[in-house]
């Protein structure tokens, strides 16, 4: 870690679709944002944003909770997350926003400033929607994985015609609902082949596999790796640790 050059994790942030991102000093003062709270704030460069306060860039009322909840953040050296506010939109108007801040600290443990990242409570709630409507479903399948799966049954808990079905399931999970309930078989496989004795027989069974070789197949499938190799790889991570 140490040999790294500093600044690099702030990169993530650049890339970060629909995340705006800042840094401020003690004074309240801009010292870093991504290009997305840049653009946001009605620059175009970095460059510009540096020294500038809240209130030279917002909105009095607005600019005044930014400065109160930063102080907050920096006197208690708590973090304020999940904050539901106002925050100008891309077309400057105000719009509910998600935004997370922590404190910073200098070398001595003090703190020099705040840090925080600014979401689209709109965006967010939108991009989450297909996978609330599928909730019931998922629910299901988490309960009932070691179960046949019946396609149809899965309709008819969503509401949904089969082929409407799989159609939205594949969109919101990017896979059938066939490999979604596999994964989760590999998954409880992986869970009981690193904290049990049971033999690799049981494991299949108690995962929903019928069948050993089915079992084996899918497990190197998915893991990369036969399931006896994954118990002794776990097991002798876990001796290790121990040692240390």
Known sequence: ?????????RQLFDFLQGTLFFAKDREGR?????PAFVKRCGFEKEEQIVGLTDHQIFPPRLAEKYHRDDEKVMTTHQPLLGLIELFPNSEGRPEWFITDKLPLFAENGEVCGVCGTVRSYEEQRAAIQPYLELADVAEHL????????????????????VRQFERKFRKTF???????????????????????????????????????????RQFRKHMGQVPTAYRREKRGLAAKQKLE
Do not use: W
């Not at 801009?30 to 991504?34: A, K, P, S, V």
């Open 30 to 34: 801009l010292m870093m944002g991504n």
């Open 174 to 216: 990017q896979t059938t609902p066939r490999s979604y309930l596999m994964r989760m078989r590999v998954i409880k496989a992986c869970e009981l082949l690193a904290g049990s004795n049971l033999p690799i027989t049981e494991v299949a069974l108690e995962s929903g596999f019928y069948d050993h070789s089915d079992f084996s």
């Open 1 to 9: 870690m140490e040999a790294l050059p500093p600044g690099q994790f």
């Open 142 to 161: 988490k309960a009932n994985f070691r179960e046949r799966l019946e396609v149809s049954e899965l309709a008819e808990i969503a509401g949904l015609s």
